[in-house]
């Protein structure tokens, strides 16, 4: 919910607001949704659209929890109602532009980024 962090991992401008209600925006606009609930530490639950999607396609949600467990905390993913065309192109994106850099930052590495 930082716009500067998540630019920092993903390597594209995100604009956020912390605020239930609110939209935002990430990789310079190619995602764009709004904040539905959020709970610090726990819980974000948004609407998620991509660039290039059909009028006719809905917003699909994305859901993350995140669940203490000792020192760790385990992030829970859902991201439901996605169009089929665009499902494993999404999931890809999730791996490369999120997943993968989000582990070197946590891990104190380089973070490298794919091209959009």
Not at 8 to 37: M, Q, R
Not at 40 to 53: C, P, S, Y
Not at 74 to 97: F, M, R, S, T, Y
């Amino acid at each position: 919910m930082n716009a500067k962090k998540h630019a920092l991992v993903t390597g594209g401008p995100a604009e956020i607001s912390p605020k239930v209600g609110t939209d935002y925006s990430a990789h310079g606009g190619y995602i764009t949704g709004k904040n539905l609930e959020l709970v610090k530490d726990k819980l974000i639950v948004q609407t998620w659209r991509a660039q290039g999607w059909d009028k006719k396609d809905t917003d699909s949600i994305l859901i993350l929890a995140l669940e203490t467990s000792g020192d760790d905390v385990i992030l829970h993913v859902v991201h439901a109602n996605l169009p089929d065309q665009h499902a494993g192109h999404i999931d890809k994106g999730w791996h490369e532009h999120y997943w993968k850099p989000m582990k070197q930052y946590i891990a104190g590495k380089s973070i490298t980024q794919p091209k959009m």
